[in-house]
């Protein structure tokens, strides 16, 4: 009997124990977060506290739990203006193809003009970011560069290898590139465009093979003919179809590790082509900005901190409950296209998502690398808790979305929105 009641006393401090600690760490974080007031430029009184944080920063990773929230967009979407405008950012890049977004940016410098809605669609962005909220910036970006000489314009692009055949229509049309090449070299990359003439294809180790050794014959190519600064370019180019061909026909994680790998490289060359004062901001998931381990590989946030130690800053966005623009791949009716889902509430005491939202503010930025953070999150942020990651992809369960992340070695800072909805498509 006495054995119980000790045990059962033992539980009821325990319990006390953790409540205590709890509530301590919410006395921290509604100290030291910083509200967020408003999505819109009208109210930007915090604005001024993050511009002094991100100031000597060169690329900032600018993260998301989902690939469709509205708040993530329109939130990142007002700090990429007030960085421009005040913090001299000179390129955003997004996750999506590099290869094919000439068309957008040529818009966003006033080279091109035409209907915005059209001209996305027509570019090579990943529909993900087909919205309003993207959209709105890029009009927001075009309408800021109107009359600007042209080392002051803010310039626009993409970070990853995906999809062979945009990086190949790419090489043939760039007319300084296409004609350095022989008439066999075109063909071959002809032959291999027409592979992804219905869907990407699956290259066998014979075939990745012969087309890696076209990419050498073409990189030595360039360097015979030294043509000044646009081999720097030309090199890219070429360096994107070795990528996409190596990245081609890989199991998920060996596949995911390796394109994080790509698009860190893919950033780190962009981010040499601007000035050392410039600012670079990187609009990507949450999975790819982190500068830790994500799902036991480096994701390229890790790449990218090696790169540049304490001039990286990755800026993770969470969300507490509500919605997101979706897509359901695996319905047997294969519902491709984007709408409202509601994402799994979290119900896990362990999942950071479940703290956050007991906070005070509905909506806030919280710096974990400020040396003035105090005990109780340097202890919670310490140890690892579950995250929900979602994509672009309909999700039915918490268990589907949560990953367990240690939060510090992930994210320099977080912003949190207790409640959101879905972004809105064009």
């Known amino acids: ?45 915090e604005l001024a506290i993050l511009g002094d944080i991100l100031k000597d920063k ?83 970006m075009r309408i800021y560069n109107q009359n600007k000489p042209q080392h002051e314009k803010v310039r626009f692009g993409g970070i990853d290898m995906h999809y062979t055949h945009h990086i190949i229509n790419d090489i043939l049309k760039k007319t300084g590139l296409s004609k350095l090449l022989t008439q066999q070299q075109k063909d071959a990359l002809i032959n ?44 890219q180019d070429i360096r994107l179809l ?28 962009a981010a040499s082509r601007t000035a050392s004062n410039e600012k670079v901001a990187v609009w990507a998931h949450n999975g790819h900005i982190s500068h830790g381990l994500y799902r036991d590989y480096k994701a390229m946030g890790m790449h990218l901190k090696e790169k540049y130690k304490t001039k990286y800053y990755a800026l993770g966005l969470i969300l507490g409950e509500g919605y997101a623009r979706l897509w359901n791949s695996r319905s047997p009716t294969k519902d491709y296209q984007f709408h409202k889902s509601p994402l799994p509430n979290i119900k896990n005491t362990d999942a950071i998502e479940y703290t956050l939202k007991q906070a005070k503010y509905a909506n806030f930025f919280l710096d974990l690398s400020s040396p003035a953070l105090e005990e109780p999150i340097k202890d919670f942020i310490r140890e690892p808790h579950m995250v929900r990651v979602v994509g672009a992809q309909v999700v039915s369960s918490e268990q589907d979305v949560n990953l367990k992340i240690n939060i510090q070695k992930s994210f320099d800072g977080i912003f949190f929105f207790r409640n959101t909805t879905e972004a809105i498509g064009i």
């Not at 955003?92 to 001209?119: A, H, P, R, W």
């Not at 994680?253 to 390796?258: L, S």
């Open 1 to 45: 009997m006495r054995n119980y009641v000790f045990l059962i006393l033992f539980l009821l401090n325990t319990k006390i124990s953790f409540g205590q600690s709890g509530s301590q760490l919410l006395t921290s974080i509604n100290k030291q977060a910083l509200e967020i007031p408003s999505f819109t430029d009208d109210d930007s009184s």
């Open 58 to 140: 060169k690329v900032i990773g600018l993260g998301e739990a989902t690939h469709g929230t509205k708040e993530f967009f329109a939130y990142k979407a007002k700090l990429i203006r007030y960085l421009i405008k005040n913090h001299n950012l000179k390129l955003v890049l997004f996750e999506s193809n590099m290869s094919g977004l000439d068309g957008l940016n040529n818009y966003i410098q006033n080279k091109t003009s035409g209907d915005l809605n059209t001209v996305i669609k027509q570019s090579w962005l990943f529909s993900i970011y087909r919205t309003q909220e993207v959209a709105d910036l890029i009009e927001w």
């Open 192 to 235: 291999l465009n027409k592979l992804w003439q219905k869907e990407e294809p699956r290259l066998n180790s014979k075939q990745k093979s012969n087309y890696l050794a076209l990419t050498r014959e073409l990189y030595k190519l360039i360097k015979k003919e030294n043509t000044g600064d646009s081999s720097s370019i030309y090199r």
């Open 242 to 269: 070795e990528q996409s061909i190596m990245f081609n026909n890989r199991p998920d994680i060996p596949a995911n590790k390796i394109r994080d790998k790509f698009m860190a490289e893919n950033i780190i060359w």
